[in-house]
Nanobody
Framework: QLQLVESGGGLVQPGGSLRLSCAAS????????IGWFRQVPGKEREGVSC????????NYVDSVKGRFTISRDNAQNTVYLQMNSLKPEDTAIYYC???????????????WGQGTQVTVSS
């Protein structure tokens, strides 16, 4: 059993920053990868970023490269997504998910958090 809880979302103006947190509890050592996804109504859930347990490998979708940074603190069982230079098109519900390896496919993840809303608007 694994539980994931996202936090840190909110309303921010274009160009602003937010840091999302994904806190994991339960059988955390069973999963090597934490991915961040986002979804807007009527759209497919999109992979944003992913990190493996060692932190040596990270992945980003092209649209966020140079703006978002994923990191993790294994001692605290927490993964972060630092989001800078936010754009209106970043508006979505952001979810973290645990899986055995990083993938852009939602089907490859076993557990999901409840999501946190990020709204980028003037």
């Amino acid at each position: 059993q694994l539980q994931l809880v996202e936090s840190g979302g909110g309303l921010v103006q274009p160009g602003g920053s937010l840091r999302l947190s994904c806190a994991a509890s339960g059988r955390t050592l069973d999963y090597d990868a934490i991915g961040w996804f986002r979804q807007v109504p009527g759209k497919e859930r999109e992979g944003v970023s992913c990190i493996i347990r060692s932190g040596d490998s990270t992945n980003y979708v092209d649209s966020v490269k140079g703006r978002f940074t994923i990191s993790r603190d294994n001692a605290q069982n927490t993964v972060y997504l630092q989001m800078n230079s936010l754009k209106p098109e970043d508006t979505a519900i952001y979810y973290c998910a645990a899986g055995h390896y990083c993938s852009s496919y939602t089907q490859r993840y076993n557990y999901w958090g409840q999501g946190t809303q990020v709204t980028v608007s003037s």
